[in-house]
Nanobody
């Protein structure tokens, strides 16, 4: 059984920084890409940042230059450093990972439960 658990959300003022963490655990053979998504009230879930197994990264235009995604392969974790936060960054942030549970299995996408980030003065 695979679990993804996010942490690090909270209520912050505009302009400050926040760091989200996500740890994968369970029966994991390998992890391919890991990513962060977010969903604001009344809006669809959107991709924020992705880090591939080779370390390459992609970002949504709205967070480029402010957010940085990184991963720790040894600890099966992914992080999102969020700087210069804006009220429009308010959302539930979800961790996502493409995981093989054993050598011959297909890649399957797993999701965490989400962590709330609220940016407000």
């Amino acid at each position: 059984q695979v679990r993804l658990v996010e942490s690090g959300g909270g209520l912050v003022q505009p302009g400050v920084s926040l760091r989200l963490s996500c740890a994968a655990s369970g029966d994991i053979f390998s992890i391919n890409a890991m990513a962060w998504y977010r969903q604001a009230p009344g809006k669809q879930r959107e991709s924020v940042a992705v880090v591939s197994s080779d370390g390459s990264t992609r970002y949504a235009d709205s967070v480029k230059g402010r957010f940085t995604i990184s991963r720790d392969k040894a600890n099966q974790s992914v992080f999102l450093q969020m700087n210069s936060l804006k009220p429009e960054d308010t959302a539930v942030y979800f961790c996502n990972a493409d995981i093989k549970v054993y050598v011959y299995s297909i890649l399957r996408t797993y999701w965490g439960q989400g962590t709330q980030v609220t940016v407000s003065s």
